[in-house]
């Protein structure tokens, strides 16, 4: 799933980590804007154990779309010390500093890190090193030879697996959701796609071996 950004200001891009340690509160935390699975708290804190804060933000000029290839299948704060394995992890992103904003419209203090959309070329030229070897241990191992496409449908899983993080937020988290986020056409929602092609996903249930974390 990539963020794209609308036609507001640009936000900064953090290339490394000391672009990183610029955004650390003064207690040494980094703020993350999570929009996927990282709406449910279960899942955040299975990626970051220690994390603290969690707690739900409006981030105006992004909107979601499922347009990323993946080999498997909110915001709050983590220390300073995870930082290069969360870019380890979200490899494949753009990382961007972005001001949430309360529910009430007031922008939180410290700007959190979002990882948006990055594109095929810069990921193989920035990321890979321009190095097919890497490329491969990353995703061509995988069969993937592109990453960020438009005409991928979400893994079930996964989206049944948003859905119900979004919903356990509440309504205002669960339409916004459903009714801003959407397939890699980018004209239709989630909601409008579980209504149709997509009808049944919210009764399947996950494997077992993921069960506990992919329930919302």
Known sequence: MSSDTSTQQTPAELNDEVDFEALLSPDGLLSICGFGSLLSERSARSTFPDLINFRVARLNGFRRVFAHAAPFDTNSWIEKGQIRSFMERELEFRFLAVVPETLDGKPYQNPAVLCAR???????????????????????????????????????????????????????????????????????????????????????????????????
């Open 118 to 216: 990055y594109s095929d070329e810069e990921f193989f030229r920035v990321r890979c090193k321009g190095s097919k070897e890497i490329y491969f241990q990353h995703y061509g191992q995988f069969g993937i030879d592109k990453i960020w496409v438009d005409d991928i449908f979400p893994c079930r899983v996964y989206l049944r697996h948003c859905v119900l993080a979004a919903n356990n937020l509440g309504d205002m988290a669960s339409n916004n959701f459903l009714d801003h986020t959407f397939l890699g056409d980018r004209k239709t929602t989630i909601r409008e796609y579980l209504a149709t092609a997509g009808s049944g996903i919210m009764e399947e249930e996950p494997p077992e071996s993921i069960k506990s974390r992919y329930e919302g």
